[in-house]
C-alpha cells in the first residue's frame, strides 16, 4: 500500500493505491490553514478506516518551500562568496550579508590563493553582530574542490543554526546558479524544517513511523532526512505531480507531448523515449535561476477560461482569464462556452454560450457554429505554434561534438498525451494540428496525487577523476578521494554508480527499485609538452526517473 | 543576474572528438577548461548571449575560396565544414540581426590555409574565416570587410586570398617572421596590384607585451579603419600572443586581449590558434566574450599573472613606435607607392616556395596577377607539390567585368591538359566552380 498526496494552490488531492488498483481517494479545497496542518487533517481523513501499518511508504507534494521563497517568508542569510577572477561579482549579492572573500580555486581544482583567515572570523563576528544565524558558503569551482567551503564552515564554528555549502547541492558547473540555489536552500531550511518536525511529531504520536519521501521539481522523491538538508530541491514540485500523474495513467515508451490544460493556463511537457525531458541546468523560482534538477515544463496563459475577443477581424485568446465561462455567469466568452455552444460539454447554461458565441460572430460575420468552431481551432493552433517554437529550442540546444552534431537524435513526439478539462473535446483538433494520436484519460481529478504515489526516488551524480592530479572529485557526495593513475572511464562508471546506489539505499529505496545508466561520459588526454600526462575524466549518471509499478486503470 | 550591452551570438564548438593527433596541440582537450570556465561562470545565463550550434559548410562554400587538390572531399573533413560552418553560423546570426556581434570559438583553425589546399599548414587546411565571409557575401551582396589578425603567426593564408581584393582589408599584427613560423608577413607584402595597401603586416618582436599591441592598434589599426570604413570588422582572434602560450614567445595578457577586442569593437570574432589551454585560452576566451558583449571584463586574470613581469623592454617600446609609424605612413602613401611599384605593369607574377609543415608537403607556385581598367583582374596560379601535382588555377574575381569573365572561360578551355594534372576555374561573378 502506497500513499501519495499533493498540495496544489487551489486542492489538496489523496491517493492509496494497493497492487495499482486506487483504494482511497480524498479531494478537498485548500483553507487558509497552516500548511502543515492541511495536509495532516487530508493524511488523517485519507487513513481513517485502513491498516496504516500495511503502508509501505508516504510521498508528499508540497508547496512550503516554494511558497516559503515565492512569499518571502525567510530566513536572513549571510552569504560567504569566493568569487575569484573572472565576471564582476555584485550580482551575486542575494544575501542579507553578503561578504566577498579573497582566495581562488580554478578549473582544475587547484587551489591558486589561499582562504585568508583574518577574512572570515570578522565575516564571522559581523554575521553574529548582526543576529545572523544561518549562512551560505560558495566559491567557484567548489565542485571541483571545495575544501575552501568546507574550511569556512569549520572556521565559523557552532554559532550558526545552519550553513549550507554550495557544493552539495550540484555537481553542475554553474557559480551564479550554485550562489543563489545555496542562498534559497539556506533561506528556506528553518520553514522546511519546522514542517518536517510537525510532520514526524504527528506521525509518532499516532504510532506510524512509515517512510516519508518529499517530491522534487524533477517527478522523482527524496528521503525526508535529505530534503531537510536540501529543501530547495523541494521547490516546485507541483508541476511535477501532474506531469507523473499524466503518466501514470497513460503509459508510453515513445517521444510524447504532456499537455494539461486547465482554466487559465495550458502547461507542456515531453517524454524522450518515455523518460522525462529535464531543465538543461536547472529551474528558475521567483527570478533566481537555481541548480535544482527539474522537469522541463512551460506554461502558456491559455486554458477553458480564458477570454476571447475579436481583434482585426480574427479571434484572440488569453492570456488573460476574466472569470468563469459565460455560460457558468463569467462575464467573457471563453473556448469553454464554444465547447458548451456546439454540443460538446454538457454544463452550464447552453443559452448563454450561445449567446456568447453570437455576439462574437456577429463581429466575424460568421454563423454561430462556424465562430464556435472557429475559437476552438484557435486554441489549437496556439498551442501547435508554441509546441513548435519549443521543439526548435530544444533540438538545437547545444553540442560539443561532431558525431552529437552530424548524428544527434531530434526530439519527435510521436503521441499527446493529455489532461485537464477541455482535454475530450480538444483531443479531435489536436490530432489534426499536429497529426498525432492524442490519448486522454477518463478520471484525472487526482492526477496529482496519483503522480506523487508513484514516483520513484531519483539521484544524480557528477564525478571527475583527474588521473595526473590523481583525485576523484564527487562534489554533492562529499567525495574527493585519491585514485590511480591507471584509473579508468570503467572505473570512473562503476565507482559513480556505487555512489548512487549507496545515496539511494541510504535514503530508503528499495535495491529492485534503482535502476541506474550513465547519461553522460567523455575521456581526454591530458599532454604536457608533446607527452600524455593523464586523463580527465567525467561521468555523468543518474537513478532513472520514472514510476514504482503500474496503475490499474 | 547579468544583462549584455551588446547582444551576443556564441558558437561554442569545442569538437570533443577531433584532433589532429593524440598529443597535438590540435587535439580534443583544447577548449575543454575553456567550456569549465564558460559554463562556471554562466555564461549562458547572461541576457543577451545567445549560443547556437555551427551548420555544414558545403563544398561549395570551400570552393569559393579554395582549389583543393585533388578535390574537396579527399582533402576536407567534416571537422572542417564543421568549423567553417560555425563561423558561417555566427555571421549569419549578425547579418540577420538576431544578435549585434558574434564570436566563433571553433576548431580546428583556418589563417594558414590559402587558395591553394594540398593539405594541413600550421593546423589549417580551410580558412574559417575566408569561407564563412565568401558564403555571407553570396547570401547578402558584396560588403566592404576589414579582417583583423591578432593571432601571433602571420595570417599567411587571410593574406594569400585576400591579396588583390581592396574590398577586403587584411591587417595582421604578429610576431615577426624572422622569430616564427610561417616565416612571412613583412611591410613589403602590400597587396596585389588591384589592392596594393590594403595588405597590412606589422611583425612585433618577441616579447611584445600588452602595452605595445595596444599601441599598435591605437596607432595604426584604428587610424586605418577609420579610413577606411568597412561595412563589417572580423578579428581573426588567435590568443597565441598570450605569455603563457607553448608555440610562441609575446607577452599579451587576457585583460589585453579583452582591451583590444573592447576597442577594436569587431563585429565578428573567430578562434585561431592558442594553445595555452589551461592557463591562457579560458580566460582569453571569456575576456573577449565580456568585453564583445560590453560588460565589465576588469576582474578578469589569469592565475599566474603578474603584472610587472610581463611588462615589455623600453627597447621593445621604441621599436613598435617606430615600426607603428613606417606601416601607418606607408598605409597613408599607399598610392603613391602603386604608381612608383605597380602603375604601368599589364601583369604581375609572383614566385615562391610554400611549406605544409604539418603534412610536410612542398609547394612551388607562380601566381600571376592580369591587370584590368575595369575590375580587379583575373588571377591565376600554376603550382606544382612534391606530391605529384601540378595544376593551373584560374580566379574571377567577384567585381570581374564581361571581358575578364570570357577571359577566364577562354584560358580555362583552351589550356590543355597534357601539362598538368588537374585544371581549374573558380568564377566568382557567376559563383560557379570548373574542374579537369
New interface residues.
Given amino acids: 500500500m502506497i500513499v501519495g498526496l499533493d498540495m496544489g494552490g487551489t486542492h489538496i488531492d489523496g491517493v492509496i493505491i494497493e497492487n495499482g488498483n486506487i483504494i482511497n481517494t480524498i479531494k478537498k479545497p485548500r483553507d487558509g490553514k497552516d500548511i502543515f496542518v492541511s495536509i495532516w487533517e487530508a493524511l488523517e481523513e485519507l487513513l481513517s478506516n485502513q491498516d496504516t501499518s500495511k503502508i509501505k511508504r508516504i510521498n508528499l507534494s508540497t508547496t512550503v518551500s516554494t511558497n516559503a521563497i515565492v512569499e518571502g517568508k525567510t530566513t536572513p542569510v549571510g552569504m560567504i562568496i569566493q568569487?575569484g577572477?573572472?565576471?564582476?561579482?555584485d550580482?551575486l549579492a542575494c544575501g542579507d550579508e553578503n561578504v566577498f572573500i579573497s582566495g581562488?580555486i580554478?578549473?582544475?581544482g587547484?587551489v591558486?590563493?589561499e582562504l585568508d583567515l583574518e577574512e572570515i572570523n570578522s565575516t564571522r563576528e559581523l554575521f553574529i553582530k548582526n543576529g545572523l544565524k544561518t549562512c551560505a558558503v560558495v566559491t567557484?569551482?567548489s565542485t571541483r574542490n571545495f575544501d575552501h567551503e568546507v574550511e569556512i564552515k569549520r572556521l565559523l564554528g557552532n554559532e550558526f543554526d545552519h550553513i549550507t555549502m554550495g557544493h552539495t547541492l550540484s555537481g553542475?558547473?554553474?557559480?551564479?546558479?550554485r550562489v543563489f540555489s545555496a542562498y534559497l536552500n539556506a533561506a528556506i531550511h528553518n520553514t522546511f524544517n519546522q514542517f518536517s518536525h510537525s510532520i514526524k511529531k504527528a506521525m509518532m504520536d499516532r504510532g506510524m513511523n512509515t517512510p516519508l519521501f518529499i517530491l522534487k521539481a524533477d517527478g522523482g522523491t527524496t528521503s525526508l532526512a535529505q530534503a531537510e538538508n536540501k529543501p530547495i530541491e523541494t521547490i516546485l514540485s507541483g508541476p511535477a505531480a501532474s506531469f507523473m500523474g499524466l503518466n501514470a495513467l497513460l503509459k508510453t515508451h515513445e517521444d510524447a507531448l504532456l499537455l494539461d490544460i486547465g482554466g487559465t493556463t495550458t502547461d507542456i511537457f515531453f517524454l524522450v523515449d518515455g523518460v522525462p525531458l529535464f531543465e538543461p541546468?536547472g529551474i528558475e523560482i521567483h527570478s533566481y535561476?537555481t541548480l535544482t534538477r527539474a522537469i522541463y515544463s512551460t506554461s502558456m496563459g491559455l486554458g477553458g477560461d480564458s477570454s476571447v475577443r475579436v481583434e482585426n477581424q480574427g479571434i484572440r485568446i488569453g492570456p488573460r482569464r476574466e472569470g468563469p465561462p459565460y455560460a457558468l455567469g463569467g462575464p467573457m466568452p471563453t473556448p469553454t462556452d464554444a465547447m458548451i455552444a456546439l454540443g460538446l460539454a454538457e454544463f452550464g447554461d447552453r443559452k448563454k454560450a450561445i449567446a456568447a458565441m453570437e455576439s462574437l460572430a456577429r463581429v466575424l460575420e460568421l454563423s454561430m457554429e462556424e465562430t464556435a468552431r472557429n475559437v476552438l481551432d484557435t486554441l489549437g493552433s496556439m498551442i501547435k505554434s508554441k509546441v513548435d517554437q519549443l521543439l526548435a529550442e530544444i533540438n538545437?540546444k547545444?553540442?560539443?561534438?561532431?558525431?552529437e552534431?552530424?548524428h544527434s537524435r531530434r526530439l519527435k513526439p510521436q503521441r499527446i498525451n493529455l489532461i485537464g478539462g477541455p482535454a475530450k473535446c480538444l483531443s479531435p483538433i489536436l490530432e489534426k494540428k499536429f497529426n498525432l494520436p492524442c490519448y486522454y484519460p477518463r478520471d484525472y481529478a487526482i492526477a496529482n496525487a496519483i503522480g506523487a504515489a508513484m514516483a520513484k526516488l531519483t539521484q544524480d551524480i557528477t564525478l571527475v577523476a583527474d588521473t595526473q592530479r590523481r583525485i576523484l572529485t564527487a562534489g554533492e557526495y562529499g567525495i574527493r578521494e585519491r585514485v590511480g593513475r591507471d584509473f579508468t572511464i570503467e572505473d570512473a562508471r562503476k565507482r559513480a554508480v556505487q555512489l548512487l546506489r549507496y545515496s539511494a539505499i541510504d535514503q530508503g529505496a528499495k535495491e529492485d527499485e534503482i535502476e541506474t545508466e550513465i547519461i553522460e561520459e567523455?575521456i581526454?588526454?591530458?599532454?604536457d609538452?608533446?607527452?600524455?600526462t593523464g586523463k580527465?575524466i567525467r561521468v555523468k549518471a543518474q537513478i532513472k526517473p520514472g514510476l514504482i509499478g503500474d496503475l490499474r486503470v | 543576474?547579468?544583462k549584455a550591452k551588446n547582444s551576443l551570438g556564441l558558437v561554442?564548438?569545442?569538437?570533443?572528438?577531433?584532433a589532429i593527433s593524440?598529443?597535438h596541440p590540435e587535439?580534443?582537450?583544447r577548449l575543454?577548461?575553456t567550456?569549465?570556465?564558460l559554463?562556471?561562470?554562466?555564461i549562458?545565463?547572461i541576457e543577451g548571449i545567445q549560443?547556437?550550434?555551427?551548420i555544414?559548410a558545403h563544398e561549395k562554400d570551400i570552393q569559393r575560396v579554395h582549389f583543393c587538390v585533388p578535390n574537396v572531399s579527399s582533402r576536407v573533413t567534416?571537422?572542417h565544414l564543421?568549423s567553417a560552418g560555425g563561423a558561417i553560423k555566427a555571421m549569419d546570426a549578425v547579418m540577420k540581426g538576431d544578435v549585434d556581434k558574434a564570436f566563433a570559438m571553433v576548431r580546428p583553425p583556418g589563417h594558414h590555409a590559402q587558395r591553394v589546399v594540398y593539405g594541413d599548414r600550421g593546423f589549417c587546411v580551410v580558412n574559417v574565416e575566408a569561407v564563412m565571409l565568401e558564403r555571407i557575401r553570396q547570401d547578402y551582396g558584396d560588403l566592404r570587410v576589414a579582417i583583423i589578425d591578432t593571432d601571433c603567426h602571420h595570417g599567411d593564408g587571410t593574406q594569400d586570398i585576400y591579396w588583390n581584393d581592396r574590398n577586403t582589408l587584411f591587417i595582421s599584427f604578429h610576431q615577426d617572421g624572422r622569430t616564427l613560423y610561417p616565416g612571412t608577413g613583412f611591410l613589403d607584402e602590400f597587396g596585389g596590384p588591384s589592392a596594393y595597401g590594403y595588405n597590412i603586416n606589422i611583425p612585433l618582436p618577441p616579447g611584445t607585451g600588452d602595452e605595445g599591441i595596444l599601441y599598435v592598434l591605437d596607432h595604426v589599426v584604428l587610424p586605418i579603419l577609420e579610413e577606411y570604413k568597412p561595412d563589417i570588422i572580423i578579428n581573426s582572434a588567435g590568443q597565441d600572443n598570450h605569455y603563457t602560450d607553448?608555440l610562441t614567445n609575446m607577452n599579451f595578457s587576457a585583460k589585453g586581449y579583452a582591451m583590444l577586442n573592447s576597442r577594436l569593437n569587431p563585429d565578428i570574432a573567430v578562434l585561431e590558434g592558442g594553445y595555452s589551454i589551461?592557463g591562457a585560452l579560458?580566460?582569453v576566451n571569456?575576456g573577449i566574450i565580456?568585453a564583445m558583449a560590453g560588460?565589465?571584463f576588469?576582474?578578469?586574470?589569469?592565475?599566474?599573472y603578474d603584472e610587472e613581469a610581463l611588462q615589455q623592454t623600453k627597447r621593445t617600446t621604441e621599436y613598435i613606435k617606430k615600426l607603428s609609424h613606417l606601416v601607418y605612413s606607408r598605409w597613408q602613401n599607399r598610392e603613391k607607392l602603386w604608381a612608383e611599384d605597380i602603375k604601368g605593369k599589364d601583369l604581375i607574377s609572383l614566385e615562391r616556395q610554400v611549406y605544409y609543415d604539418t603534412d610536410g608537403i612542398l609547394e612551388n607556385q607562380t601566381q600571376t596577377f592580369i591587370s584590368c581598367d575595369k575590375c580587379s583582374g583575373i588571377s591565376t596560379i600554376d603550382s606544382q607539390s612534391d606530391g605529384g601535382y601540378h595544376i593551373y588555377a584560374i580566379t574571377i574575381p567577384r567585381d570581374g567585368c564581361p571581358r575578364c569573365v570570357d577571359r577566364g572561360h577562354k584560358i580555362y578551355k583552351d589550356i590543355s591538359s597534357g601539362n598538368y594534372t588537374n585544371i581549374y576555374l573558380q568564377d566568382r561573378v557567376n559563383d560557379a566552380y570548373l574542374a579537369k
Wanted: hydrophobic share 35%; glycine share 4%; charged share 25%.
Fill in positions: 568569487s577572477p573572472g565576471l564582476p561579482h550580482f581562488y580554478d578549473h582544475r587547484k591558486v590563493e567557484k569551482f553542475v558547473l554553474n557559480f551564479p546558479r541546468l535561476k538545437s547545444p553540442v560539443y561534438t561532431i558525431h552534431l552530424l567523455s581526454f588526454n591530458m599532454v609538452g608533446f607527452y600524455t580527465n | 543576474m547579468i561554442f564548438f569545442p569538437a570533443f572528438d577531433w593524440p598529443t587535439r580534443e582537450e575543454l577548461y567550456r569549465d570556465q559554463f562556471e561562470e554562466g549562458a545565463d549560443f547556437y550550434n555551427p555544414i567534416d571537422s564543421i607553448p589551461e579560458p580566460y571569456l565580456l560588460l565589465d576588469s576582474n578578469v586574470r589569469e592565475p599566474d
